[in-house]
């Protein structure tokens, strides 16, 4: 069955260091892959995705993901990290079943908390 | 404009009460889902429907109805309400199936249940 595991409940850095976010995933097919942002008291905004194509995923707010299939790895990243990325960073993977309907299964979630 | 709208934003009530949320879309999908998230952060589907049609319904306890009097809206009912079922729910919509559905969600705001 197809799963999310986000490593690290918690993640603090530092504004202007490096992000990472780690994210494995398992899936029996190849799999579309989404990161998603929740900051507080608001619904989740789709970060970015990869679905087919090129592994380096870009997306908003100098976000990027690379989808690693050696390694079913789709860690996020951002190069320099601001006071406003603090949030709650969900990795997801689209399961598809009969019907050719998709569903999301989200992993357990990041935090990350940023410090000046 | 909002594109996924929910209903209330905060629903105080006590044990036993019969409640509904109500989740509305104006992005043309034809797909709607329900998601419960804890005090954990973590995300569960519940329900989806495609066009009116019940696709997802996974294990969740009978006290729970969803409706989707149009493709459009997809509201949810909850009966004789308990203490474990406070949590925010969160309403999204996808594209149809007969595009490129990759499973990509867009959802409310979240609607906030205490149940005391």
């Known amino acids: 069955a197809q799963s999310v595991t986000q490593l690290g409940s918690h993640v603090s850095v530092s504004e202007g260091a490096l992000v990472l976010l780690r994210c494995n995933y398992s899936s029996s097919v190849p799999p579309y892959l989404f990161w998603y942002v929740q900051y507080p008291n608001q619904g989740l905004q789709l970060l970015l995705k990869y679905t087919t194509g090129a592994t380096l995923v870009k997306g908003i707010n100098g976000f990027e993901a690379e989808f690693k299939k050696s390694e079913t790895s789709f860690h996020l990243t951002k190069p320099s990290a601001h006071m406003s990325d603090a949030a709650e960073y969900f990795c997801a993977v689209s399961v598809r079943f009969s019907g050719g309907y998709n569903k999301l299964i989200f992993g357990a979630g990041t935090r990350l908390a940023v410090h000046p | 404009d909002t594109a996924v709208s929910q209903t209330p934003k905060y629903l105080v009530t006590q044990m036993g009460n019969d409640k509904s949320i109500k989740c509305e879309q104006n992005?043309?999908?034809?797909?709607m889902y329900w998601y419960k998230q804890d005090s954990k952060k973590f995300l569960k589907i519940m329900f989806s429907?495609?066009?009116?049609?019940?696709?997802i319904n996974e294990t969740v306890p009978n006290r729970f109805s969803p409706k989707s009097p149009d493709k459009a809206h997809l509201n949810l009912h909850i009966n004789s309400l308990e203490l474990g079922d406070s949590a925010v729910y969160f309403c999204?919509?996808?594209?149809?199936?007969?595009?490129?559905?990759?499973?990509?969600?867009?959802f409310g705001e979240g609607s906030r249940l205490t149940v005391l």
């Open positions: 992005l043309g999908h034809d797909t």
């Open positions: 999204a919509s996808s594209q149809d199936k007969t595009g490129v559905n990759t499973g990509e969600l867009f």
């Open positions: 429907y495609n066009n009116k049609e019940l696709i």
